[in-house]
């Protein structure tokens, strides 16, 4: 007699039909519940770690360790004014906030990519995380905007999540994580409350840091980092003012320490947030 079709349900039993595939698939599950354990764990450790920080930086610090336990490490926070379209801070200098490669920042900024960025669109009108996969493959995305995908992929950012945070009178900040490969629901899941978290804490952090003194630069430093601002290299910069590029490098590096940023980019971001500079 034949035997009669296996259903799925039995199949998927006859997977640990014996004691040893049992043990493994008794192994797995144990594991995979240790694993989301030691991530609730984490979790809760990063709210506790932000309980009376004052410092925004300090607090994307910690964000930055979080989003590690998931092989992220790519964040960035940026809080755009009602209206504002590219991602220049223009009330507090902590409305940048980012770690992504500096070579990828610079490429950014130089090719006009903040004037088109398909992840600040989308934020605007979703209320909900949303993938980059997901806004790379909506018919509606461009071919320019997609280009800003494929580039970001080739210094790493290959895949990403963003959480949009809609706030009063218009107000929009926006949360991207980053990494090489796709993220588990359950990851979307844990940045977006952390994300939510980080943004209300970051918000009180500012608002209780009153005014900031606006940096001293000489006249040539703010017109290098003029220059930068507007997309230029270094040696670019050093044929327009007449300068070698080592003198360059010399003004954007003192502008650099007098702005208090890591990168060119932010500098100039930063110089155009005090309106130290104008494009």
Not at 36 to 56: D, H, I, K, P, Y
Not at 118 to 131: N, S
Not at 228 to 233: D, E, L, M, N, V
Request: net charge negative; hydrophobic share 40%.
């Amino acid at each position: 007699m034949n035997r009669p079709p296996m259903t799925a349900v039995s199949q998927l039993r006859g997977l640990a039909s014996t004691p040893s595939d049992q043990l493994n698939l008794a192994a797995n599950t144990h594991f995979a519940a240790g694993a989301a354990e030691a991530l609730s764990v984490e979790f809760v450790r990063f709210l506790n770690q932000t309980v009376g920080l004052v410092e925004a930086e300090q607090l994307f610090d910690l964000l930055s360790a979080f989003a590690l336990n998931f092989d992220c490490p790519w964040i960035a926070y940026h809080y755009l004014t009602p209206g504002q379209r590219v991602m220049m801070p223009v009330q507090f200098n902590q409305t940048i906030m980012l770690n992504y490669p500096d070579e990828w920042q610079e490429r950014y900024f130089e090719m006009g990519y903040d004037k088109i960025d398909p992840v600040i669109k989308t934020g605007r009108k979703r209320a909900c995380a949303f993938r980059w996969s997901e806004v790379y493959n909506e018919a509606c995305t461009t071919e320019d905007e997609r280009r800003v995908f494929d580039e970001a992929a080739t210094f790493g950012l290959k895949s990403g999540i963003s959480i949009p945070l809609h706030g009063p009178n218009g107000s929009f900040a926006i949360v991207s994580f980053s990494r090489n490969h796709e993220f588990q629901n359950k990851t979307v899941t844990y940045f977006q409350l952390a994300a939510l978290h980080f943004h209300l804490r970051a918000a009180m952090s500012v608002n209780s840091s009153g005014i900031e003194e606006i940096p001293d630069l000489s006249p040539r430093e703010k017109e290098c980092i003029l220059w930068t601002a507007r997309g230029k290299s270094s040696w670019e910069i050093g044929k327009i003012l007449g300068i070698t590029l080592n003198t360059a490098n010399f003004h954007i590096k003192n502008a650099m320490q007098k702005l208090e940023t890591s990168s060119r980019t932010a500098a100039a971001i930063k110089a155009l947030h005090f309106g130290i500079i104008e494009l």
